[in-house]
């Protein structure tokens, strides 16, 4: 079964990290406007990944800065291809630091779509010394193409093509223009799953799954219980919104005894085990439609 949903609720980061944990295998889609990006699992472990005709650990840094688009996981797709041999965590934590990069960056650049326009240095005294990369992004930079077109162009990432500009923006030796036009998304044909954020326990800290200082985050500092905790919370929410029921008793009950489980030192079963015990509360209170629902939502933890 597929998962899909909204790169507006949750970032590639977090979503590669809900089905990593589970060990799957299978295929990210990911769909802006007229582009896609597409990254391949091996048994949880991200193994390649290509935007346009960026490939590797460039089209993750790349696909991490989306924050608007669709997803959708596609179980049991593999790729020959294997351009990644880092680990999920060190590669996640370096796409969540570009993010924090980029941030700075969108001072002066406010997006990849964004169209660099050299400005004249009339009456300007002394040389212009660029590096080697600045003068390979000035070649083709004509008014026209936007940071995107010119990343493609030079076969490298946005997001180094960005970096590169923004020392010569601070140099007052180019200008950012808007973009000329964005293409508008296609419409969707299926309601995205929804991410609300995830609120608290009383008495414990659990991270939201929506931010990049979650479970990839948690996981880097070797807390797999913590990730498991975020899984379970997630879990529990979309029973909730199954069963029509926020706060139910007979969906809490089994969902506290799976935190107790994890602190106890169990493992991925206790999430599994919540979802066959949830899917069963949800059909005896809202049928087997509804169960089945939120069994198709939770195939990829399975």
Known sequence: MSFQG???????SDI???????????MFSMTRASEKGYVYLQNGQITHAKLGEVEGEDAI??????????????PGVDSEARTISRSNTNLLLEAARRSDEWKILSRKIPGTDSIPVLVSREGANGPVTLTPLEWRVVTKADGQRSIEEIARALK??????AKTLYGLVTAELVEISKPRWVAPAAPETHAPVSAPPIPPLTGQSIANVSTHSGAFQAL??????????????????????AAGA???ATIDRPYRT????LDRGRGLEVVRDLIRTLEETIERLRGPGAARGFRVKMNPLL
């Open 220 to 241: 880097s500092k070797g807390d797999e219980k913590r990730s498991l905790q975020i899984l379970c919370t997630k879990v529990k929410q979309e029973a909730e919104a």
């Open 16 to 26: 590669v990290q809900l089905v990593a944990v589970s060990g799957k295998t299978g």
């Open 6 to 12: 909204s790169l507006n609720e949750l970032p590639l």
């Open 156 to 161: 490298t990432s946005a997001f180094d093509v």
């Open 61 to 74: 840094y790349a696909l991490a800065l989306w924050n608007q688009g669709t997803f959708q996981f596609s």
């Open 258 to 261: 799976a935190l107790q489980e």
């Open 246 to 248: 926020p706060g139910e």
